[in-house]
């Protein structure tokens, strides 16, 4: 099972970004996105292409952030242009475990840093901890969403032009 | 030269995603990217990533992008979650053209569908065009991010912990 944790949460100022981290999470294999700022209307939009779309993407709060990293009982990753190069680094991660990945908005504390597992990059420039996520989560599951079924009454059929969704129920 | 047209940008509310659709673009391969709609401001936090750590990523403006989609001497690929999977449309993308990325904001018209060359979906199902945008380049360009040297006066030093930046000129 792998949980995502947004730090540094604003809903004024971050909502579509992190509305971003959640779809991005929820698309490309987690189960969770912990927030430490509660945001009720972020959570009905992420949680509203679930009930579309499938899968039991869930939305949680934890202040105490610190607490969760520190007693997760699995492996650490937090995504951050300063860390190790995702293609050194990916291999190295056990598979078995649980995965806590930390997702920061723009400073992140030291604490961390020294309390990951993994300080990972995707690479070493300022992009977007949005395509971080993605480009993390793709390496880790081996491209597992390309054949993922979310089994929602909602699907889309790839089509050359235009539009195609069934919709069932 | 891979060009990623941003369509649709509206400076009020889409500044932070279109800023991240532009990191993205810079970090992954692209070598501009073209707005609809004048933002200085945007263009100014793009280009002042460049101006530290490297490459020659421009901003342009470009109101008619009907024609900009119509004239370009090239490929034009437009990401929607619509599209043709992206490992099934990749192969077959010519790699000696020029390339223009469509990247819309919500709502696309119709002409995007009719007039892309190819329509490609990162997973059908609805998360983020900077997440598809960093995607579909990390498959197009074959990861070639991940060996990219930027050259500029600003490089991050991977590191398992803390920060590691060195600085010259």
Known sequence: MITVLRLGHRPARDKRIT???GLVARCFGASRMVLTTRDDDLAARVLAVGERFGGDFSVEYEKNWKKLMTTFDGVVVHLTMYGEKLGEVVGRIPREK??????????????VYEH?????SVGNQPHSEVAALALFLDRYTEGA????????????????????VETTG
Do not use: C, Q
């Not at 649980?98 to 604490?111: H, Y």
């Not at 889309?156 to 235009?162: E, Y």
């Open 19 to 21: 509305t971003h981290v």
């Open 98 to 111: 649980d995965m806590l990945i930390v997702v920061g908005a723009e400073k992140v504390p030291g604490f």
């Open 116 to 120: 990951s597992t993994y300080n990972v």
């Open 145 to 164: 969403w390309e054949k993922n079924e979310m089994g929602g009454r909602m699907k889309i059929i790839p089509s050359a032009r235009g539009k195609r």
